[in-house]
């Protein structure tokens, strides 16, 4: 069955940098796309963005662009997730979840979700 | 941004009610409306896409309306395992976003 299984929790300082990996399985990699969604502690779920698994065209909230990249390697079937200049508000719970492989593609939704990692910014 | 008002924030039922969730988004989305369940320590899980449509494997008591800016997501007979946070989602413009969530509780 399709699966994303997710890297171990993070512990950061503020201002380095964290990446985090997706590695999928149980389906063909390159017909899905990826998107990242982080929680914060006690709160709602934020879309950071997404990744053809195809192509690797991105699309980025302007909220993260320039701090964000998201990469896939298809020799691996793995996403990753780099979020850069990390602040405390940046501590949540990191969720990959499978999308469509186009931007345009429709409908759109997470249908297979990683089991989370937790990034933690702490001094 | 499209923000997506959820209603209520949270309820209180009980086994067998039924069970309704509002979500309003800011601006129109067509039908470009997801809705997820998420479990304490669990990562969400789709329950219907664009609006109406059922997704594999999860119970018919589950179902989606609306359109345009107003949806609704209604449990027809809430069950033991249904006591969780909902989320609506908008898919129609970047950046995606979410509602801010109904944790339906046991009465």
């Known amino acids: 069955q399709a699966q994303l299984v997710q890297s171990g929790a993070e512990v950061k300082q503020p201002g380095a940098s964290v990446k985090v990996s997706c590695k999928a399985s149980?389906?063909?990699?390159?017909?899905?796309?990826i998107s990242w969604v982080r929680q914060a502690p006690g709160q709602g779920l934020e879309w950071m963005g997404w990744?053809?698994?195809?192509?690797?065209?991105?699309h980025y909230p302007q909220k993260l662009q320039g701090r964000v990249t998201m990469t896939t390697d298809t020799s691996t079937t793995t996403a990753y997730m780099e979020l850069r200049s990390l602040r405390s508000d940046d501590t949540a719970i990191y969720y990959c979840?499978?999308?469509?492989?186009?931007?345009?593609?429709?409908?759109?939704?997470?249908?297979?979700w990683g089991q989370g990692t937790l990034v933690t910014v702490s001094s | 941004d499209i923000q997506m008002t959820q209603s209520p924030s949270s309820l209180s039922a009980s086994v067998g009610d039924r069970v309704t969730i509002t979500c309003r988004a800011s601006q129109t989305i067509s039908s470009f409306l997801n809705w997820y369940q998420q479990k304490p320590g669990k990562a969400p899980n789709l329950l219907i896409y664009a609006v109406s449509n059922l997704q594999s494997g999860v119970p018919p008591r589950f179902s989606g309306s609306g359109s345009g800016t107003d949806f609704t997501l209604t449990i027809s007979s809430l069950q033991p395992e249904d006591f969780a946070t909902y989320y609506c989602q908008q898919t129609s413009r970047n950046p995606l976003t979410f509602g801010g969530g109904t944790k339906v509780e046991i009465k």
């Open positions: 149980g389906y063909t990699f390159t017909t899905y796309g």
């Open positions: 979840a499978r999308a469509p492989l186009k931007w345009e593609d429709s409908p759109w939704a997470f249908d297979i």
């Open positions: 990744i053809s698994s195809y192509n690797g065209d991105t």
